[in-house]
């Protein structure tokens, strides 16, 4: 997460840093895609850490997996699609 950046809220302090990219992992944060977050964050990443579905499931959280094709998908403005997988990361 960008330093500076409230992950709840996606308020911005100061100082901040403005990030070329930020992964993220299990679950999109919110604050991650509110407010001036857009601005620091870069590109956003989601990556899976192989969370059991019966976790979601006892947090009453209904969650698609979208690591079918990849370990680490791109976030786009609430939607998701397959990034390129970076060197070193993926199969």
Do not use: C, N, Q, W
């Amino acid at each position: 997460m960008p330093s500076g950046l409230e992950l709840e809220t996606g308020r911005l302090h100061e100082p901040h840093i403005r990030a070329a990219a930020t992964l993220t992992l299990a679950l999109p944060k919110e604050g991650l895609r509110a407010g001036a977050a857009a601005d620091v964050v870069g590109d956003l990443y989601l990556g899976d850490i192989s969370v059991p579905p019966a976790v979601y499931e006892r947090l009453g959280l209904s969650f698609g997996s979208p690591f079918g094709r990849s370990p680490l998908v791109r976030v786009r403005a609430g939607a998701s699609d397959v990034a390129p997988p970076l060197s070193g990361i993926g199969p």
